[in-house]
DNA sequence: TCCAATTATTGACATTTATCAAGCGAGCGC
DNA sequence: GCGCTCGCTTGATAAATGTCAATAATTGGA
């Protein structure tokens, strides 16, 4: 690992609070990799043997069975993924792909394991990522549970424009089918989702989405910071 | 607290590894209370006042939204819930009410979040419990987005009748309408998929259910320890 | 620049799931 | 025991969602 990788994996809040020597052991053995987009990084099942952190582009992580996918989650910089698999020792519950050409950093997941059994501070750290992580999971299958797929996309398309400081036009940064399979929907429904979006002031033109009156679209999505906010 | 509900919460994973001084520390602040069932215990959305452990009959935690309200989780004896929301001190996500008359024992979540930034050993058992928490979650999602619910009810009873050592018969221990609610139906539509599975061997009769061919059943709901397993 | 491949959209239709309404039946208090 | 409530079941119907097929739009090479 070069020592720019190292300083901007030691800005996350997981490794933050580490002390200099047992971050220098756990990274010692870690390493640096770029890859393709479309590429398996990991698959569900499989034991853990890397915590991952993406520090450039972007991968899905899915789910699959009986033939059926779906999509769980975007992870993007600058994040880990499969943290309780690593710390629990267990097979992972979903598989990783790179969406783009993406860097990731590779930290054996014994050294994770025994950095959380030396320093302290690191396994607080974790369980703070975790519980993070648990809530997110949460929201999730609140929003899946009790949301018709138009809600679902009307409070998604809510977030974004939050996300973008509400601006009244943005970018969806990320395709139609992923976005579809996310909320638990096939692409033919979304396109459909997104034209009896369009009373409510919704506009979406390739990935270029307009939100014209965003009380109105407010007014049928009925957004909860118990469902919608991150960082609730 | 009397000594008795002391000794049995110390039994719990979660604690068992912690100080002695420690735990009556913890302890000490804590209190335990009968409630009749059908009492909402936590709102959701609610500060996290407390670290509640079910020491006897059954709790459900649920959400609502918009009038809309789906079961989450059943807790039984002996198991905390509202972990994350503890250490977090962040908003609960989920409600909680008790099903039938219940015992609980609980914890100020400020004597936790002391507990656990005094005590590594805790520290780490929270860790290991919150990350068994959101692996149950995912494993949750996986089924609702991936199955129907004709298949997630089939799976359901593979699980119940591994739980009862395989017994060719034995009780649903829980009403049909949760039921319905947890695994993301209508109790209407929980009746017909019952009738649904009739031809793979399983009759139910009021709570007792009776699955005659286990193979064929199987062979329907190709269950996958990546979702079905709770340990896994 | 154009071609090939992928993705997105649309329409017709099937399936799944929900809703509404009615009736059944076990459990409980009087 | 009687009647009441509540949960469960059933049928009819509606709404939501998925599937299939065809076409349009987009994208990324050659």
Redesign the interface.
């Known amino acids: 690992m070069r020592t720019t990788d190292i300083a901007e994996v030691r800005k996350l809040p997981l490794f933050r609070g580490m002390s200099d020597d047992n971050f220098e052991t756990l990274t010692r053995g870690g390493y640096v990799q770029t890859f393709p987009p479309q590429v398996e990084l990991i698959t ?2 499989d034991p853990s043997d890397f915590l991952h952190i993406v520090t450039d582009g972007s991968v899905e992580l899915f ?4 033939g ?3 999509m ?1 989650a975007t992870v993007r910089p600058l994040s880990t993924f499969i ?3 690593t ?2 020792d ?2 992972y ?2 598989s990783a792909r790179t969406i783009e050409k993406s860097r990731l950093v590779l930290l054996p997941s014994l050294d994770v394991r025994d950095a ?2 030396i320093d ?1 501070n690191f ?2 750290a ?3 990522e ?6 997110s ?6 929003n ?4 018709t797929s138009i809600e679902r996309l009307a409070n998604y398309l809510i977030r974004q424009r939050t996300y973008n400081d509400g601006a009244e036009e943005f970018e969806l940064r990320i395709e139609k089918r992923r976005l579809a399979s996310y909320l ?1 929907m096939t692409p033919e429904n979304l396109s459909r989702a997104i034209k009896a979006l369009r009373p409510y002031g919704v506009t979406i033109n390739g990935s270029q989405v307009r939100i014209s009156d965003p009380q109105d679209l407010v007014s049928l999505a ?1 957004p ?4 919608d906010d991150p960082s ?1």
């Open positions: 569900e099942g789910a699959a069975w009986n059926r996918e779906t769980m943290l309780a698999a710390i629990k267990a097979p519950l979903m959380f059994n302290n396994a607080r974790v369980v703070t975790l519980a993070q992580c648990y809530r999971v949460v929201k999730n299958s609140k899946i549970k009790l949301r638990g009925k909860s910071p118990l469902i609730h």
